[in-house]
């Protein structure tokens, strides 16, 4: 075990890949040994790795993207490091058209063992939080990773680079360099597509990923207090989801609470909560209720931000809202 | 000498090869035929090595497919989405090419994805250290789109085996290169890039062949990537069914002159490295060839529902390692 | 009235619009006199209103899409053609990172009043069908537009080009040379974000867009044999979304059935039928079912392209589906 | 004579108070200071007519709006996400600027958008014929992005009114411009638009003003765009708190004599322009000025939760109309 922060876990999980198959090879801006990546989101690689494997680039998002599906085609196993996600729409051409695609059109000639990495979400740096998650989580073929805590990042991270098809892994700034927990040292994968219990409950399941998970425990021990008992579940992987986890649990609480830190419109979580009214709707009561960000662009100034939001009191409202008779 | 004659040969029986292919495609509903722009094709793609990569342009794909081992007869059956097309129709075949022949195709109707992609596919070739190169193709039009700045450039700064092959053919669909491009050519971009920029008579598949060859010695030699502009012309519309109106006269008949097939065709003659008769058996038999190849595609049986997958999405474990 | 095909009542809606309001004009590929735009989208506007209103680009689309940002900033109307959806990836970094934001980050120092005319669907262009919708739909500040027939076509697209914000305008090729209807001549806006009841029902509330509620009403005449009555809705602008008038229809039939011709995860539809459960979901029964776009990228060979998505015979068994107890 | 010793004079005065302006703003927090670099910011947007618009580099912008008419203490109340600032705490005022001054920023984080969106304002003074040209400034690692090639192409196809400065000032974060450039020069890439490019010094304030004045006069007489490529370094860190130790201590020093303050400043004095005494006094009030507003936008209160919105997403009717 070692007590590490998200960003030396997600670093761990990188290394550990990197010495365990010579394939695996990182391209970004700046994750050399001079700068270290963004927020040292490649710290120690360049010096450890040197130039061969940790490859620096120009301003050209599209043709990063290019080069590590092509890497990919060309058998390496490329992590390509797009800063942050608002700059995946200048990517998504090549990654959700074409090789989100090759897979499945070439009937398996090829497949792109590609990873993603993105930084999102508010936090310290106060500006890149968006995270348009929806432009690579709606096109089929591409799986989507979005951890809340160092020991998943770093098994998640090993998974997605062990994975053969394109992976995007989020990296939330608001957690990044913030509490330390401890991780397994040992070979710690934790496969894509399989959701985390992180809290057990009874009487409202709530789903959430990434910061808001964070925030979703803090409500739940206040609600404790108000007698109300609340199940969080970390779909952890976004694309694929692990609905049938969520499905059995709310079969029994009958009460779904989503909560997320992006646009309701184009959410994943959305389509989860469709899902399950699909599955669990009927003659039975079932309730549903959601809070996600503010429909507008995020706005800047501090105390804006956080209100856009959603924040501890936020969920406690919304969980509340579910146990009231309707 | 001799061989330089089977050199010539080959490369004349490529470009009338391709261009039945092209004339007899153009008859079937919404193909975008290459005809006039064989040479540059076969240039392009003659004298590789299995283990190098190319990604060619759309215009002209089926040839190139073919002259990395594909077989006509199931590139045709993914023209019609047919069930013995490599992909079991799945994706289009008239732009999406069979990948296990180290050969990248469209897997989207994007322009410009394969530039990039096959930029990284040179990047491949580089880190495995074995000396595979990549050439790839696209039309001038392509040449506008952000894809290209960055794909060269990133090649330029890493010194990928990549070459560069620009079909300079006058159009993008209706529109003439001199309106959007006011560069005095599209080898003029090189220079943003530092790195050699070469123009060439697109009809010559002997020049094409030669300037190619070059820049892939340069980049088996660690020396980077070469920008190449080949200047031809687009005889075919740009699809089927376009009547290509918008071509002055004058200035088609001047191209049709410069017929690639009828100058590889007259030198061959002009060295009597092949005589009337020998010339008029080899075209007989490429009619042949691709008329049967048409005709049995055509009578090849449409995929089963259980081609759709869905299971099949992701890749799994394992597989991978198997894949191409 | 006029007898119009869907295409030729756009182009119509285009035309009035550039003799009303001499800031209106047309930037795309080939949409000039020589070419008329792909599959005649811009046909006869070249011929028309000459070089200097119908503008012709080189394939740039990035900077097509900023063009039209920056023309509309500077006081112009543009209508930016980007022939097909599945190019709207190179461009939605500025048309979602800045334009949709303008308005509301510049606290109102300017406006983007830019439509975005893109064709998609499965039709007779063997290709090119992708829709991402999801891309431009999930950012907040730009309205989507999706319609159904000629009629609606006309009147939304003159809307479009006198809204003040960024509007993408999807034209569906499966209908675009379609059956013809008919269609004022008379100045005939439609207002966006109103949704239209294509059909009157008691039994089923169904939504769907584009080719889905042409399919959508086959299906309903069927049912309607089978003793099913099913209310067809066509929200005709995705965003904004016509929340309230699918509320109340649900509000009577308690079944929601969803058609779309796109994947699930990222649907607009798939957020709205979320609503549907938050809102009206308790006690009461209420029933939902989606059909949509198969989970994999779309094949192309005809037999599998049709079997991928929601057919008249699909549609018919998800609405059975929640006509059954459960 | 005197009227140029005036011009002189009032680029003086900018650079000087664009020098306090980001020596002070270093010390706040994630700020990305251009130190070095206020010969290009005020050598770009000098002598412009306010119905001109502007989009400048993010690096020095607030310099640029503040040269349009936007109060420094708003600006910085902007960074600082206060009430006060021009969009009341909604947007980031590091990089977004006021669009009520014709002066356009980034509305997100994301490189390349102000320079398609730019040559789109160029195309509407073009198409209302009012002879407005725009001036847009970027760095050279901005020109390695596909928005680059596409929006100086697409200004270069339809002659827009657009003028092109790269702040081309040696890095890009940590990347150094040889890295990530391998042409000659960022001027060279105006050959594939068959623009002008044109390199100048871009520490002599003087050189910069002349150069884009001409490409202005060039744009609105109707040629079309010019790409100008201004050589200059970054003093400053990437942000306040990049301590740049990434940059060799020789080439350092050796800029730093060429620093574009002293510059001016050894040519006023040389002129006889100004004497020793007018320029302390000069630069005492610029200090003063600066450090004032600082201070009162430090002050300034933080929006009220009134400033959400979030009924305000889009424009409605008619407000579109009244809207700058
Ligand atoms: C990004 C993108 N924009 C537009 C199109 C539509 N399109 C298909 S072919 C074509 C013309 C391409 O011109 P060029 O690159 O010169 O190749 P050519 O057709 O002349 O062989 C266009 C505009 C596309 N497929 N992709
Ligand atoms: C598309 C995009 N990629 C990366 C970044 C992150 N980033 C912010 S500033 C910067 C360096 C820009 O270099 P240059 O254009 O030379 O301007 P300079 O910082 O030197 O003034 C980078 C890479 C970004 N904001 N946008
Ligand atoms: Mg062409
Ligand atoms: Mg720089």
């Known amino acids: 075990m070692s007590n590490l922060t998200f960003q030396e876990a997600v670093v761990a999980g990188i290394a550990e890949e990197m010495d365990r198959d010579l394939r695996v090879f990182h391209l970004g801006q700046d994750i050399g040994p001079v700068y270290n990546g963004a927020m040292h989101s490649a710290k120690g690689l360049g010096e450890r790795f040197g130039p061969a494997r940790i490859i620096e680039t120009p301003i050209s998002e599209g043709a990063m993207m290019g080069a590590g599906i092509g890497a990919a085609i060309g058998g390496m196993r490329p992590i390509v490091q797009i800063m942050f996600a608002e700059f995946l729409g200048l990517t998504v051409t090549p990654l959700a058209c074409d090789a989100a695609a090759m897979w499945y059109k070439s009937d398996g000639q090829t497949c792109v063992p590609l990873v993603v990495r993105v930084l999102f979400g508010a936090g310290p740096h106060r500006g890149h939080s968006e995270d348009y998650q929806a432009w690579v989580a709606s096109t089929p073929g591409i799986k989507v990773v979005m951890p809340s805590c160092p020991r998943d990042a770093k098994g998640l991270m090993k998974a997605a680079i062990r994975d053969n098809n394109p992976v995007v892994f989020f990296e939330h700034m608001g957690i990044y360099h913030g509490s330390r927990q401890e991780v397994p040292d040992e070979d710690h994968v934790i496969p894509l597509g399989k959701a985390d219990i992180k809290r057990q409950g009874t009487d409202v399941t709530l789903v959430a990923t990434a910061l808001m998970v964070q925030q979703a425990l803090k409500a739940a021990e206040q609600l404790q207090q108000q007698g109300i008992s609340v199940e969080v579940i970390d779909p952890r992987t976004i694309v694929p989801m692990d609905v049938d986890t969520v499905l059995s649990a709310v079969a029994r609480t009958r009460r779904l609470v989503v909560i997320s830190e992006t646009w309701k419109t184009g959410d994943p979580l959305s389509d989860l909560a469709a899902t399950v009214a699909e599955e669990l709707g009927g003659d039975a009561p079932l309730r549903i209720a959601r809070a996600g960000l503010q429909n507008t662009p995020r706005p800047f100034a501090m105390p804006l931000t956080r209100a856009a939001m959603p924040g501890v009191q936020t969920i406690v409202e919304t969980v509340r809202r579910v146990m009231e008779p309707k | ?324």
């Open chain 2, 1 to 324: 000498m001799i061989s330089e004659d089977n050199t010539l040969i080959s490369l004349y029986y490529l470009v009338a090869k391709g261009r039945e292919l092209e004339r007899q495609m153009t008859k079937l509903p919404g193909f975008h035929p290459g005809v006039g722009e064989e040479a540059v094709v076969v240039g392009s793609f003659f004298g590789l090595s299995d283990d190098d990569y190319i990604a060619p342009h759309y215009r002209g794909a089926l040839l190139a497919a073919h002259m990395r081992g594909a077989e006509i007869r199931r590139l045709v059956a993914g023209v019609l989405g047919k069930a013995t097309s490599y992909s079991r129709g799945r994706v289009r075949g008239d732009i999406c090419l069979p990948l296990k022949f180290n050969t990248l195709g469209m897997f989207s109707g994007v322009l410009g994805n394969p530039m990039s992609i096959a930029t990284g596919i040179g990047l491949s070739t580089k880190m495995k250290g074995n000396k595979g190169v990549v050439v790839t193709s696209f039309g001038e039009g392509t040449s506008n789109l952000g894809a290209f700045h960055e794909s060269i450039n990133l090649a330029a700064c890493l010194a990928l085996p990549v070459v560069y092959v620009c079909h300079n053919n006058g159009y993008a669909m209706s529109t003439r290169t001199e309106y959007a491009i006011k560069g005095a050519s599209v080898a003029n971009r090189a220079l943003g890039y530092g790195i050699p920029g070469v123009q060439v008579d697109g009809n010559d598949v002997v020049a094409v062949h030669q300037a190619v060859q070059m820049a892939v010695a340069r980049a088996r030699a660690g020396e980077g990537p070469t920008l190449i502009d080949a200047l031809t012309y687009r005889i075919s519309g740009h699809y089927s069914a376009d009547a290509n109106s918008y071509q002055p006269a004058e200035e088609r008949e001047a191209w049709l002159k410069k017929d690639p097939l009828d100058r590889i065709k007259a030198r061959l003659l002009s060295r009597g490295a092949l005589n009337e008769i020998q010339i008029a058996e080899i075209e007989r038999s490429v009619v042949e060839e691709i008329s049967a190849a048409i005709a049995e595609a055509q009578n090849d049986p449409d995929p089963d529902l259980d081609v759709l997958g869905p299971d099949d999405l992701y890749c799994n474990d394992g597989l991978g390692e198997n894949a191409k």
